[in-house]
């Protein structure tokens, strides 16, 4: 499944589970939204806000290309902030995600880093062998691999 903005089809999203779903504010510079957050055992759809009558879908992101990290103290978000705030990170967009409270923010990492986990592990194995070639390095003549 590809990185997708605007409409999914429903068979999509009902041939999987919902593992967890919670409000969320996404913050990418200065500008912030409040969204929900739907997390299936695949992929991570981002919505506007659940309490409209309709929503839409803004993004369906592939956890096999969803990274996340721990937020620290920026000029957008701040030390209390920071600590109710998640990274989220795929190949076109990087967001903070800022919840309600630590402890959803808790929750919400253990089931991100878990299923994203597992997910690379069903469809990547465990790790991706990583060549990195040095030839346009003048100081290094070796191939580095890396896994």
């Given at each position: 499944?590809?990185?997708?903005?605007?409409?999914?089809?429903?068979?999509?999203?009902?041939?999987?589970?919902?593992?967890?779903?919670?409000?969320?504010?996404?913050?990418?510079?200065?500008?912030?939204?409040?969204?929900?957050?739907?997390?299936?055992?695949?992929?991570?759809?981002?919505?506007?806000?659940?309490?409209?009558?309709?929503?839409?879908?803004?993004?369906?992101?592939?956890?096999?290309?969803?990274?996340?990290?721990?937020?620290?103290?920026?000029?957008?978000?701040?030390?209390?902030?920071?600590?109710?705030?998640i990274f989220l990170g795929w190949p076109m967009?990087?967001?903070?995600?800022?919840?309600?409270?630590?402890?959803?923010?808790?929750?919400?990492?253990?089931?991100?880093?878990?299923?994203?986990?597992?997910?690379?592990?069903?469809?990547h194995g465990m790790s991706t062998a990583l060549?990195?070639?040095?030839?346009?390095?003048?100081s290094s003549n070796t191939v580095c691999t890396?896994?």
């Amino acid at each position: 499944m590809e990185i997708l903005n605007g409409k999914v089809t429903d068979a999509k999203i009902k041939n999987q589970p919902l593992m967890f779903h919670g409000e969320v504010e996404l913050r990418r510079g200065g500008i912030s939204k409040k969204c929900h957050l739907y997390l299936y055992r695949d992929f991570l759809v981002v919505t506007n806000s659940r309490y409209k009558i309709t929503f839409k879908i803004k993004y369906v992101i592939p956890l096999t290309s969803l990274w996340i990290g721990d937020c620290v103290d920026t000029d957008f978000v701040g030390p209390n902030q920071a600590r109710k705030s998640i990274f989220l990170g795929w190949p076109m967009e990087n967001f903070i995600a800022t919840f309600r409270s630590v402890t959803q923010k808790r929750d919400w990492w253990c089931f991100l880093e878990r299923s994203i986990k597992q997910t690379k592990e069903k469809y990547h194995g465990m790790s991706t062998a990583l060549e990195i070639f040095t030839d346009d390095i003048p100081s290094s003549n070796t191939v580095c691999t890396s896994d």
